[in-house]
Protein backbone atom coordinates (compact mmCIF):
# COMPACT_ATOMS: atom_id res chain seq x y z
CA UNK A 1 0.00 0.00 0.00
CA UNK A 2 1.35 3.74 -0.79
CA UNK A 3 2.54 6.06 2.09
CA UNK A 4 0.01 8.44 3.30
CA UNK A 5 1.14 12.39 3.29
CA UNK A 6 3.70 12.97 6.30
CA UNK A 7 5.20 9.32 6.07
CA UNK A 8 8.64 10.14 4.34
CA UNK A 9 10.76 7.28 6.25
CA UNK A 10 9.69 4.99 3.32
CA UNK A 11 12.00 7.07 0.62
CA UNK A 12 14.97 5.03 3.10
CA UNK A 13 13.08 1.70 2.31
CA UNK A 14 13.30 2.57 -2.01
CA UNK A 15 16.72 0.62 -2.51
CA UNK A 16 15.89 0.17 -6.56
CA UNK A 17 15.42 4.27 -6.29
CA UNK A 18 18.56 4.75 -4.78
CA UNK A 19 20.63 2.77 -6.78
CA UNK A 20 19.68 4.46 -10.33
CA UNK A 21 20.50 7.76 -8.42
CA UNK A 22 23.88 6.43 -7.53
CA UNK A 23 24.35 4.61 -11.01
CA UNK A 24 23.15 7.84 -12.66
CA UNK A 25 25.74 10.00 -10.58
CA UNK A 26 28.36 8.09 -11.31
CA UNK A 27 28.05 8.22 -15.05
CA UNK A 28 27.62 11.77 -14.87
CA UNK A 29 31.01 11.80 -13.11
CA UNK A 30 32.68 9.57 -15.73
CA UNK A 31 31.32 11.55 -18.53
CA UNK A 32 32.91 14.59 -17.25
CA UNK A 33 36.18 13.48 -16.52
CA UNK A 34 36.29 11.50 -19.79
CA UNK A 35 36.12 15.32 -21.07
CA UNK A 36 32.81 16.90 -20.34
CA UNK A 37 29.00 15.91 -20.68
CA UNK A 38 28.40 18.17 -23.26
CA UNK A 39 30.80 16.25 -25.58
CA UNK A 40 28.76 14.72 -28.62
CA UNK A 41 31.54 12.31 -28.96
CA UNK A 42 32.49 11.67 -25.39
CA UNK A 43 27.91 11.07 -25.18
CA UNK A 44 28.29 8.95 -28.26
CA UNK A 45 31.05 6.74 -26.79
CA UNK A 46 29.51 6.09 -23.44
CA UNK A 47 26.16 5.32 -25.19
CA UNK A 48 24.65 7.69 -26.49
CA UNK A 49 21.08 6.95 -28.20
CA UNK A 50 22.28 7.54 -32.09
CA UNK A 51 19.78 7.28 -34.77
CA UNK A 52 22.17 6.19 -36.93
CA UNK A 53 24.88 3.51 -34.76
CA UNK A 54 21.59 1.75 -33.45
CA UNK A 55 20.26 1.26 -37.45
CA UNK A 56 23.47 -0.38 -37.46
CA UNK A 57 23.53 -2.75 -34.93
CA UNK A 58 23.90 -0.90 -31.87
CA UNK A 59 20.52 -1.33 -29.67
CA UNK A 60 22.61 -0.90 -26.50
CA UNK A 61 22.12 2.09 -26.89
CA UNK A 62 18.43 2.34 -26.33
CA UNK A 63 18.60 1.44 -22.39
CA UNK A 64 22.66 3.28 -21.56
CA UNK A 65 21.20 6.43 -23.00
CA UNK A 66 18.58 6.41 -19.67
CA UNK A 67 21.64 6.89 -17.40
CA UNK A 68 23.47 9.63 -19.46
CA UNK A 69 22.45 13.26 -18.84
CA UNK A 70 23.94 16.47 -20.48
CA UNK A 71 24.68 18.57 -18.14
CA UNK A 72 23.65 19.28 -14.08
CA UNK A 73 20.67 20.42 -14.55
CA UNK A 74 19.81 18.15 -16.83
CA UNK A 75 20.95 15.35 -14.04
CA UNK A 76 19.49 17.20 -11.17
CA UNK A 77 15.91 17.63 -12.97
CA UNK A 78 16.01 13.81 -13.86
CA UNK A 79 17.01 12.49 -10.44
CA UNK A 80 14.70 15.13 -8.42
CA UNK A 81 11.99 14.06 -9.87
CA UNK A 82 13.13 10.41 -9.28
CA UNK A 83 13.76 11.26 -5.79
CA UNK A 84 10.09 12.68 -5.27
CA UNK A 85 7.87 9.87 -7.01
CA UNK A 86 10.11 6.75 -7.30
CA UNK A 87 10.19 5.37 -3.77
CA UNK A 88 5.98 5.80 -4.01
CA UNK A 89 6.56 3.47 -7.25
CA UNK A 90 8.56 0.99 -5.77
CA UNK A 91 7.12 0.53 -2.26
CA UNK A 92 3.64 -0.13 -3.72
CA UNK A 93 4.86 -2.56 -6.64
CA UNK A 94 7.53 -3.99 -5.08
CA UNK A 95 11.24 -3.91 -6.17
CA UNK A 96 11.79 -6.08 -9.06
CA UNK A 97 8.53 -5.16 -10.38
CA UNK A 98 9.89 -1.42 -10.12
CA UNK A 99 13.09 -2.04 -12.01
CA UNK A 100 10.67 -3.64 -14.97
CA UNK A 101 8.99 -0.58 -15.26
CA UNK A 102 11.26 2.02 -15.26
CA UNK A 103 13.84 -0.30 -17.44
CA UNK A 104 10.85 -0.69 -19.88
CA UNK A 105 9.51 2.79 -19.71
CA UNK A 106 13.42 3.75 -20.13
CA UNK A 107 13.67 1.36 -23.40
CA UNK A 108 10.35 2.35 -24.58
CA UNK A 109 10.87 5.93 -24.71
CA UNK A 110 14.38 5.45 -26.59
CA UNK A 111 13.13 3.50 -28.95
CA UNK A 112 10.05 5.83 -29.44
CA UNK A 113 11.91 8.75 -29.79
CA UNK A 114 14.88 7.09 -32.43
CA UNK A 115 11.14 6.16 -34.68
CA UNK A 116 10.80 10.07 -34.77
CA UNK A 117 14.38 11.70 -33.44
CA UNK A 118 16.06 13.69 -36.86
CA UNK A 119 18.53 11.48 -37.51
CA UNK A 120 21.46 13.93 -37.04
CA UNK A 121 20.43 14.06 -33.38
CA UNK A 122 21.49 12.30 -30.42
CA UNK A 123 19.68 11.54 -27.31
CA UNK A 124 20.50 10.96 -23.50
CA UNK A 125 18.24 11.27 -20.28
CA UNK A 126 16.57 9.72 -18.02
CA UNK A 127 13.09 11.32 -18.59
CA UNK A 128 11.53 8.67 -20.38
CA UNK A 129 11.90 6.23 -17.48
CA UNK A 130 10.72 8.96 -15.14
CA UNK A 131 7.51 9.33 -17.23
CA UNK A 132 7.07 5.95 -17.35
CA UNK A 133 7.04 5.94 -13.10
CA UNK A 134 4.56 8.65 -13.32
CA UNK A 135 2.55 6.80 -15.33
CA UNK A 136 2.79 3.61 -12.94
CA UNK A 137 1.77 5.88 -10.17
CA UNK A 138 -1.45 6.74 -11.95
CA UNK A 139 -2.41 3.08 -12.85
CA UNK A 140 -1.72 2.25 -8.80
CA UNK A 141 -4.17 4.42 -7.81
CA UNK A 142 -6.93 3.65 -10.49
CA UNK A 143 -6.90 0.13 -10.04
CA UNK A 144 -7.44 0.68 -5.74
CA UNK A 145 -10.04 3.39 -5.85
CA UNK A 146 -11.55 0.96 -3.60
CA UNK A 147 -8.65 1.92 -0.85
CA UNK A 148 -7.83 5.32 -1.47
CA UNK A 149 -11.30 6.95 -2.84
CA UNK A 150 -11.24 10.53 -3.33
CA UNK A 151 -7.38 11.09 -2.13
CA UNK A 152 -6.70 8.33 -4.52
CA UNK A 153 -8.79 10.48 -7.57
CA UNK A 154 -6.84 13.26 -6.39
CA UNK A 155 -3.43 12.28 -6.81
CA UNK A 156 -4.10 10.93 -10.37
CA UNK A 157 -5.54 14.20 -11.37
CA UNK A 158 -1.99 15.67 -9.97
CA UNK A 159 -0.06 13.69 -12.24
CA UNK A 160 -2.19 13.85 -14.78
CA UNK A 161 -1.82 17.75 -14.36
CA UNK A 162 2.09 17.09 -14.17
CA UNK A 163 2.38 15.19 -17.15
CA UNK A 164 0.85 17.66 -19.29
CA UNK A 165 2.10 20.40 -18.72
CA UNK A 166 5.71 18.73 -18.95
CA UNK A 167 4.96 17.65 -22.28
CA UNK A 168 2.61 20.53 -23.43
CA UNK A 169 6.37 22.81 -22.26
CA UNK A 170 8.25 20.21 -24.38
CA UNK A 171 6.10 21.07 -27.52
CA UNK A 172 7.22 24.79 -26.92
CA UNK A 173 11.30 24.79 -26.30
CA UNK A 174 14.51 23.05 -28.42
CA UNK A 175 16.29 20.13 -27.02
CA UNK A 176 13.57 18.45 -25.23
CA UNK A 177 12.89 14.69 -26.60
CA UNK A 178 9.22 14.81 -26.35
CA UNK A 179 8.87 11.62 -27.86
CA UNK A 180 10.59 9.91 -25.31
CA UNK A 181 8.61 11.29 -22.88
CA UNK A 182 5.14 10.29 -24.60
CA UNK A 183 6.73 6.62 -25.25
CA UNK A 184 8.12 6.43 -22.07
CA UNK A 185 4.91 7.31 -20.33
CA UNK A 186 3.24 4.73 -22.61
CA UNK A 187 4.86 1.93 -21.49
CA UNK A 188 5.18 2.89 -17.88
CA UNK A 189 1.34 2.69 -18.03
CA UNK A 190 1.36 -0.71 -19.88
CA UNK A 191 3.61 -2.30 -18.38
CA UNK A 192 1.77 -1.43 -14.62
CA UNK A 193 -1.05 -2.73 -15.76
CA UNK A 194 0.51 -5.70 -16.97
CA UNK A 195 2.37 -6.38 -13.10
CA UNK A 196 -0.48 -4.54 -10.75
CA UNK A 197 -0.84 -7.03 -8.06
CA UNK A 198 -4.41 -6.33 -7.74
CA UNK A 199 -5.35 -7.26 -10.48
CA UNK A 200 -8.57 -9.69 -9.41
CA UNK A 201 -10.39 -6.68 -7.56
CA UNK A 202 -11.24 -5.99 -11.38
CA UNK A 203 -12.62 -9.14 -11.45
CA UNK A 204 -10.41 -11.29 -13.79
CA UNK A 205 -9.93 -13.93 -11.64
CA UNK A 206 -6.54 -16.17 -12.01
CA UNK A 207 -6.49 -17.16 -14.93
CA UNK A 208 -7.38 -14.00 -16.78
CA UNK A 209 -5.07 -12.27 -14.39
CA UNK A 210 -2.07 -13.93 -15.89
CA UNK A 211 -3.77 -14.16 -19.32
CA UNK A 212 -4.01 -10.41 -19.17
CA UNK A 213 -0.56 -9.33 -17.93
CA UNK A 214 0.89 -12.21 -20.42
CA UNK A 215 -0.85 -10.38 -23.58
CA UNK A 216 -0.16 -6.59 -22.19
CA UNK A 217 3.96 -8.09 -21.97
CA UNK A 218 3.99 -9.40 -25.22
CA UNK A 219 2.12 -6.07 -26.39
CA UNK A 220 5.07 -4.60 -25.00
CA UNK A 221 7.54 -6.30 -26.69
CA UNK A 222 6.11 -6.23 -30.08
CA UNK A 223 5.87 -2.63 -29.95
CA UNK A 224 9.51 -2.29 -28.76
CA UNK A 225 10.38 -4.72 -31.96
CA UNK A 226 7.96 -2.35 -34.46
CA UNK A 227 9.63 0.77 -33.19
CA UNK A 228 12.96 -0.27 -33.73
CA UNK A 229 12.72 -1.94 -36.75
CA UNK A 230 10.76 0.66 -38.16
CA UNK A 231 11.82 2.57 -41.73
CA UNK A 232 13.40 5.77 -40.32
CA UNK A 233 15.60 8.04 -42.54
CA UNK A 234 18.94 6.63 -41.68
CA UNK A 235 17.31 2.63 -42.42
CA UNK A 236 16.64 4.21 -45.33
CA UNK A 237 19.70 5.98 -46.28
CA UNK A 238 21.46 2.46 -45.26
CA UNK A 239 19.64 0.75 -47.91
CA UNK A 240 20.42 3.65 -50.86
CA UNK A 241 24.13 2.50 -49.80
CA UNK A 242 23.76 -1.51 -49.85
CA UNK A 243 21.91 -0.60 -53.49
CA UNK A 244 24.99 1.71 -55.02
CA UNK A 245 27.68 -1.00 -53.46
CA UNK A 246 25.33 -3.23 -55.38
CA UNK A 247 25.80 -1.08 -58.67
CA UNK A 248 22.06 -0.65 -58.57
CA UNK A 249 22.56 3.07 -59.10
CA UNK A 250 18.38 4.20 -60.57
CA UNK A 251 17.39 2.21 -57.41
CA UNK A 252 19.70 3.95 -55.22
CA UNK A 253 18.58 7.50 -56.67
CA UNK A 254 15.08 6.62 -56.97
CA UNK A 255 15.45 5.82 -52.68
CA UNK A 256 17.52 9.05 -52.08
CA UNK A 257 15.24 11.16 -53.88
CA UNK A 258 12.61 10.08 -51.35
CA UNK A 259 14.92 10.67 -48.65
CA UNK A 260 15.35 14.55 -49.52
CA UNK A 261 12.29 14.85 -50.53
CA UNK A 262 11.67 14.38 -46.62
CA UNK A 263 14.94 15.32 -45.40
CA UNK A 264 15.97 18.55 -47.62
CA UNK A 265 18.23 19.56 -45.21
CA UNK A 266 20.50 16.21 -44.51
CA UNK A 267 23.97 16.73 -45.82
CA UNK A 268 24.56 13.37 -45.88
CA UNK A 269 21.86 11.92 -48.29
CA UNK A 270 23.21 14.54 -50.41
CA UNK A 271 26.54 13.27 -50.20
CA UNK A 272 25.58 9.64 -51.20
CA UNK A 273 23.73 10.81 -54.08
CA UNK A 274 26.20 12.80 -55.46
CA UNK A 275 28.81 9.65 -55.30
CA UNK A 276 26.00 7.72 -56.76
CA UNK A 277 25.71 10.11 -59.89
CA UNK A 278 29.64 10.54 -59.94
CA UNK A 279 30.21 7.13 -60.59
CA UNK A 280 26.54 6.08 -62.85
CA UNK A 281 26.88 9.33 -65.25
CA UNK A 282 29.82 11.58 -65.10
CA UNK A 283 31.79 13.20 -62.18
CA UNK A 284 29.93 16.43 -62.89
CA UNK A 285 26.47 14.93 -62.78
CA UNK A 286 27.20 14.81 -58.97
CA UNK A 287 28.21 18.28 -58.11
CA UNK A 288 25.07 20.09 -57.38
CA UNK A 289 24.47 17.51 -54.69
CA UNK A 290 28.24 17.41 -53.17
CA UNK A 291 27.71 21.15 -52.81
CA UNK A 292 24.65 20.69 -50.29
CA UNK A 293 26.38 17.81 -48.66
CA UNK A 294 29.19 20.50 -47.87
CA UNK A 295 26.84 23.19 -47.05
CA UNK A 296 24.35 21.71 -44.90
CA UNK A 297 26.72 18.27 -43.66
CA UNK A 298 28.69 17.89 -40.21
CA UNK A 299 31.74 18.07 -40.27
CA UNK A 300 32.81 14.75 -41.55
CA UNK A 301 30.56 14.97 -44.45
CA UNK A 302 32.37 17.66 -45.67
CA UNK A 303 35.80 16.07 -45.52
CA UNK A 304 34.00 13.61 -47.53
CA UNK A 305 32.35 15.54 -50.14
Known amino acids: MLPRPGDYSFRNRAKIVWSILIINVIAFV ?3 LAGGSTDTGVLIKFGALSSNLISEGQYWRLITCTFLHANFIHLGFN ?8 PTAEISFGRIKFLLIYLIAGVGGSAT ?3 FMDPRSFGVGASGAVFGVLGSIAVYYYLNQHIYGKYGR ?3 TGIGVIVLLNIGYGFTVQNVDNWAHIGGLVFGILVAFGLQKHRSEL ?3 IFGTYFLRIIVLAIILVGILVFVAKDNPVNSLNKA ?3 FEEKKYESSINQLEKIIDNNPNWGKAYLLKGKVLAEYIDENAGKDDLIKAIRLGNENTRTEA
Do not use: E
Open 30 to 32: MLT
Open 79 to 86: MFCLFIFG
Open 113 to 115: SYV
Open 154 to 156: GMM
Open 203 to 205: GFG
Open 241 to 243: QTL
